[in-house]
């Protein structure tokens, strides 16, 4: 081994604060030396036959965003419950000016989940090509013009259409603007900006069916698209002035449609993938059955006028807020075992609750049939989370897909929630509560399924990850 550490060509010093990434190289090597890892300078010898070894180096500082960065995030985040909630209350209007019942009515949430479920698939994806900020900014862009051609229906599967075409851009919001955080942030800097957006988030199921309720005496159904219109175009444009792309030429990687969906497809030869997909899907859909039922449990079962939704989404919000507190708390104390549990034996209980109140009030009473859903609400936070951590886990090297292959069943589920099952089951509270109930029981069995799987060689052991686990989202 022939060492040129004395000879002039062999001997180079290094400044490594220089303002880009700094190339060493000799005779026998080159070596890459990121910039920004402190100040010094080095001497590097070579041999002839191995490649020199790495320096030291500070590991770089953690970015440091806009604070415009939370805010937008927040804001994408409430397009989506502003475009089911803010509907509601214009139901009756709607079914008047079109001519269609009840049933048809719940296709405007069907349609827009269903899209929105489809095109889920390949947000991150394609923005894994040509970056987030694109992507972002076209799906709101879109998003506007089809809440303008909303407003602008003279026929309902005029409406109908446009709601599908506002679904598929909506996610374009939610599903890239996570990428966004994990882009730039990570461990508890990514647990604190995310857990900000939700809980600016979980303000929008509440207001939104008020919002609504307001522009029905201004403007009729008309006024919520031109609403949703007007804060997409405005959003759109902060967007183009405010929001930094995350995702750099470097690390992007080529769209290619089959190749991405035979990769979902593989997910299912992991022989504890399904009860997990299953368990994680099925936790929101007893809730979500009594959220798509607002109209009739507003309207028809407490006989309320359009300013009575709050009744119903404020339980929802406190639970699914306290919940992600909770959430949060035992993340640092707990195993992931436990809060799934507990999760599920506190949506056990609001189950139970639901169904024997709705058996001593055949007609649902204030405030009493409505507390359940605050329990409901806290169950599903704190095992949503966690399922989803031991799911993405699964594929570690595949965590946007897997994400994207629950997002998809999720919202599937939901569109088949708000389509079939919520026009038969909201005729009563009983019915709810039982429908309720039985996903509930379904997410249970699906546990108890992972745990005997896992149990048996040669599955790896439980991971216990709290960093990861921070950077999961709650559903919708």
Known sequence: ???????????????????????????????????????????????????????????????VARRSLLWLLAALSMIGPF?????????????????????????????????????SLFHGAISDAIGRKPVIVAGMLIYALASAGAALSTTYPMLLLCRGLQGACAGAGLVVGRAVIRDIYDGPAAQRLMSQVMMIFGIAP???????????????????FWL?????????????????????????????????????????????????????????????????S???????????????FPWLFLP???????????????????????????????????CATHVLLALIFPAPQLPWSMLPLVLHGVGVQL??????????????????????????????????VAGVLSPLLSTSMLHLALGASAFTLVGVASWFWYGRMRRAPPTPPLPRDVALQAQITQPR
């Open 383 to 416: 095992a949503f989370p966690t399922l989803t951590l031991l799911l993405l886990d699964r594929f570690s090297q595949y965590r946007g897909g897997i994400s994207s292959v629950q997002a998809f069943a999720s919202l599937l589920l939901s569109a088949v």
């Open 294 to 308: 607002a109209p009739q449990i507003v309207r028809g079962l407490l006989h309320l006028s359009a300013q009575g």
């Open 206 to 224: 509440v207001i939104a069916p008020m919002v609504g309720a307001q522009l029905l005496a201004l403007g009729g159904w008309h006024g919520i």
């Open 316 to 350: 929802v919000v406190v639970g699914l807020i306290f919940g992600a507190w909770l959430s949060g708390r035992l993340a640092e104390h707990s195993s992931l075992t436990f809060t799934v549990s507990l999760g599920y034996a506190v949506m056990l209980l609001a």
């Open 1 to 63: 081994m022939r060492s040129a550490a004395a000879t002039p060509a062999a001997l180079l010093a290094l400044t490594l604060d220089a303002p880009s990434t700094v190339w060493a190289a000799s005779r026998a090597t080159r070596v890459r030396y990121p910039a920004g890892c402190g100040s010094g300078v080095w001497a590097l010898t070579y041999t002839s036959r191995f490649p020199l070894p790495p320096l030291p180096f500070m590991p770089p500082a953690t970015p």
């Open 228 to 292: 949703l219109t007007g804060a997409t175009v405005v959003l759109a444009l902060a967007l183009m002035w405010l929001l930094d792309e995350s995702h750099p030429p470097a690390q992007r990687t080529r769209f290619a449609p089959r190749p991405l969906l035979a990769s979902y497809a593989s997910f299912g030869r992991d022989r504890l993938f399904w009860p997990l997909l299953i368990s994680s899907s099925v936790n929101f859909a007893g809730l979500f059955l009594y959220i798509a």
């Open 83 to 119: 475009s089911i909630d803010a509907v509601f209350p214009a139901f009756p209007l709607l079914g008047a000016d079109f001519g269609v019942d009840a049933t048809a009515l719940q296709q405007l949430i069907s349609v827009y989940l269903i899209t929105y479920a489809a095109m």
